[in-house]
């Protein structure tokens, strides 16, 4: 079993540049999964230089899509992030989304304050805490944060640290394809294969579940990367800047309807994953 | 076994960029393979927009690394890829070697004329055949020559057509991890599990014999796609331009020293591929 943290909620990690005007497919599918009409959103911008811009994008987003009510948690500096009013606040929210931006803001901001112990245990009790980019890539134990995506197979050149673990052993990275990150990915599953790498695609996500079970909604792909089948691998004997080499890295292309057990490590096909199966 | 065609010669497949200045590793390990002093280069610029400077620019590297003789086979027409004179001279020479450029001007421009027949044939009794980007792409039987990389996971993205087809169900893509090309190969193997995808990094190069094992040279890795345990995909269902789902590719990646053995679908270490076991 690779996921330790059990959850009564939902996370839903978005690939960034999800549809804000047209369709909607990601975001009115977050909305469904909130399962009520008149629900509050709170927006937490703290990722973003340009929090003014993006809460103003998701206020209107949300306004669109019918929501009750919305905040804006425009949070810049620790201090901010530990008042101990505004954390008790988060529990009334029946979304709390994370923008896009830098992933280590967030993580430099919020974490170990009283907002994110807040977020955290909303998800353990059943809240719907969902991201999209540097919002979704937050979510890992190991964040990656930095990283050229031609050089993601050279040793040490895949930068990532501790983000907010709301999930154990399961990166996220985001812009996939639109980006070519496979190769990042690979590297963090190569060096320790007990991770589970989830590549998502631009407008598109993965609806994960307590269980461990996740849905993939969007219209692109969510490349799910385990190394559970890895035999030979140079990555302990060569120096940082070298190529690596590895072998049999399983790679999954999941598409809108189609989704991934992290703990039976299954593909699961729309109509498995509506059945017992899937479990 | 998934290489019907046998060659008691040599072919080397690079994937673009490869040093010519500095230190050389990948086009010194082609002149080794020669395996003789006073070898005879033959260079085809076909591919290239700029022929007389992609010539001028071998020539001056083989010069470097000791030829004693390079001819530039500078043909622009069909006409002049039939003449026999040309093509009876193409026996001669110790290494065949293709510059880049645009593959689909190869198979052309190449495509069933005396000097390609020639080529072929001197592959099949013994010859060195190499080539970067466009001109190591060329050697696939389905040969890719169009489809942008973020775009490789949606149905139909991928272009391709006949190639060389030196060797049979191996399909060669260049420039892989610097083009974050992955996509591509997924799909092309994913529509048929019996290819094997190759996806050369750039300054590297593969060496493959006719018993269908091959040897990794170079500073970045080849990217092998395989599909022979693929289980659910969506591909016969979806239309054009719809994303794919698909369970379980397996993907290796070979660096310097390490091979691929493509009859048995196997990696091989550097010690494996100097034993019995690669055959």
């Known amino acids: 079993m690779t996921i330790n943290s059990l959850f009564l909620g939902r996370l839903i ?5 999800e549809d804000k005007a047209d369709e909607l497919i990601v975001l009115k599918r977050v909305v469904q999964e909130i399962g009520k009409s008149d629900y509050k959103v709170g927006v937490i911008t703290t990722a973003s230089e340009d929090p003014e811009k993006r809460g103003e994008d998701y206020n209107n987003v949300f306004t669109t899509l019918g929501a009750a009510k919305i905040n804006i948690f425009d949070i810049k500096e620790r201090f901010e992030a530990n008042d101990r009013k ?46 999209t980019s540097a919002g979704a890539a937050v979510f890992s134990d190991t964040m990656i944060y930095e990283g050229k995506s031609e050089d993601g197979l050279f040793k040490g050149s ?24 496979i190769g990042r990915l690979v590297q963090i599953v190569t060096s320790n294969p007990t991770c589970i790498g989830v590549g998502i695609g631009e407008d598109s996500g993965v609806i994960l579940k307590g269980d ?23 990555i302990m004997d060569i120096k940082p800047g070298e190529p690596i080499a590895v072998e049999n890295v399983r790679i999954h292309s999941l598409v809108d309807g189609y989704g991934y057990n992290f703990r039976k490590r299954r593909f699961l096909t729309p109509s498995s994953l509506s059945m017992k199966e899937a479990l």
């Open 86 to 131: 505004t954390a008790k606040s988060i529990a009334e929210f029946d979304l709390i989304f994370f923008t896009g931006g830098d992933q280590l803001r967030l993580t430099t901001i919020l974490g170990g304050t009283r907002i994110f112990d807040a977020i955290q245990e909303h998800l353990v009790n059943g809240g719907l805490i969902a991201g």
């Open 13 to 17: 990690a978005i690939g960034g540049n």
């Open 158 to 181: 895949v930068l990532s640290t501790s983000g907010f673990g709301f999930v154990d052993k399961i990166i996220f990275d985001t812009h996939f394809m639109a980006r070519g990150r």
């Open 212 to 234: 461990g079970v996740a849905e993939v909604v969007g219209t692109g792909q969510v490349i799910i990367v385990d190394g559970c089948g890895i035999g030979v691998s140079n």
